[in-house]
């Protein structure tokens, strides 16, 4: 009787506790986050659990979007993007990883998600099949609002193998690389990245797409995709950033990593040519040109530019700005000073930038700024590798920007 009451158990413990093993140490994994009226977003990402430093990074397409923090516990997995204010929580049930996607704001919001390793029971890829005409082309995008269209924004889209790929074109930048399969006439392209919770829903009619756009848990935007011959979004008057007193001196000052507070006097720039990026460690499209700042650096350096960025932080705390900046410093090589000037909120940028610059919007934003202190361009946002051309283009108007200002 003592043996059978053993053996029941030994079995009432590995029902209770068998299915909460570990989560496995290294696996690439699929999942999806729960949108509005319950559509799902995937997203695939791959993690490496082991040693006392936990990694991954999430994928679109080929691009890689490192995680900046990963720790785990016995049944869980924590990824936290402290830059951008967010986090990614979820409890391994033996199988597969259910939990929420936070994004901690005054509102903070909350995405269901789950999440299985590839090969698993718990998968299933979502398939593409023929289309009858293939998303690819330019467009002029119609974004609908309550009481208005936003015409300002431009599309991209191309295909390869059984894939669909595009981004979407504003004044300040893009959105970033979106990826996914198209059915028929229909289309699903998605984005996320820690950072950015983006869907595309498509339908085709003749030659043109309307959809929805989802962005993190909101309601859907509507809009509508008409053909155009090139993806250059066309800047209204009041989408033109310029120095509001073209003869005075910019001005800016902030504090280093260190606690150093740096003004545009100080001895580090006497005497040069600056480049002034205004950004922030939470803006995808500021991560985007931080590769071509950092050469920029490098290579007019000895001719006498300096590049600093003015981070604008979501938070106004110090010690969370200072953690963030030196992460977001060590993850993309910047060996330039970034200075933290408060938050993006009006009490910092107001001063600061609007009353120096007319028509203020964008992060980031990039000062030309001569010898004399006098701002010779401004070039507004940046358009990432998800762009293809514009990005080149974009590359080869910084680089002609610094010239400009060394000569």
């Known amino acids: 009787m003592k043996s059978r009451s053993s053996v029941f158990f030994a079995t009432i413990l590995l029902h209770a506790f068998g299915c909460h093993t570990s989560p496995p140490d290294r696996s690439e994994w699929s999942g999806a986050l729960t949108l509005h009226s319950g559509t799902l977003l995937p997203f695939h990402m791959t993690l490496d659990l082991t040693g006392p430093a936990p990694s991954g990074f999430f994928t679109v397409g080929d691009e890689r979007t490192q995680i900046p923090e990963c720790r785990t516990t016995s049944d869980s997995i924590i990824l936290e993007f402290s830059e951008y204010g967010a986090s990614l929580r979820g409890r391994w049930d033996g199988s597969r990883l259910s939990g929420s996607y936070f994004r901690y704001r005054s509102d903070t919001t909350s995405i269901p998600f789950f999440a299985a390793p590839l090969g698993s029971e718990a998968y299933a890829r979502t398939a593409s099949s023929p289309p009858g005409v293939a998303l690819v082309g330019t467009f002029q995008a119609y974004l609908q609002g309550s009481s208005t269209v936003d015409s300002s924004t431009t599309g991209v889209f191309w295909s390869r193998a059984d894939s669909v790929f595009g981004t979407l ?239």
């Not at 970033?176 to 289309?187: E, I, K, N, T, Y």
């Not at 983006?198 to 309307?210: D, F, N, Q, V």
């Not at 000062?367 to 998800?386: E, K, M, Y």
């Open 169 to 407: 074109i504003a004044p300040d930048g893009d959105y970033g690389l979106f990826a996914g399969v198209q059915r028929g006439d229909s289309a699903y392209l998605g984005r996320f990245t820690g950072w950015q919770v983006l869907k595309l829903e498509l339908g085709r009619t003749g030659a043109s797409w309307s959809g929805r756009l989802f962005v993190r848990g909101g309601s859907p935007t509507p809009f509508q995709l008409e053909p155009r011959p090139t993806a250059e979004p066309e800047a209204t008057p009041d989408k033109i950033t310029a120095a509001a007193d073209p003869k005075a001196k910019f001005r800016f000052s902030g504090l280093t990593t260190e606690g150093m507070f740096l003004t545009e006097t100080s001895s580090k720039f006497k005497d040069k040519a600056l480049i002034v990026d205004i950004m922030g460690t939470w803006c995808h499209n500021c991560m985007d040109a931080v590769p071509i700042l950092q050469q920029l650096s490098k290579e007019y350096g000895p001719k006498g530019l300096e590049v600093v960025g003015l981070s604008f932080e979501i938070s106004d705390d110090t010690s969370l700005a200072k953690r963030n900046i030196e992460l977001f410093a060590r993850r993309h090589g910047v060996t330039y000073p970034l200075l933290f000037c408060g938050s993006t909120e009006p009490v910092y940028t107001d001063p600061q930038l609007k009353s120096q610059l007319k028509n203020f919007y964008a992060y980031p934003t990039t000062l030309f700024i001569d010898r004399s202190r006098r701002i010779r361009s401004v070039h507004v946002g940046f358009r990432g590798p998800g762009t293809g051309d514009a990005y080149q283009r974009e590359i080869e108007t910084l680089y002609r920007h610094a010239e400009e200002i060394v000569k």
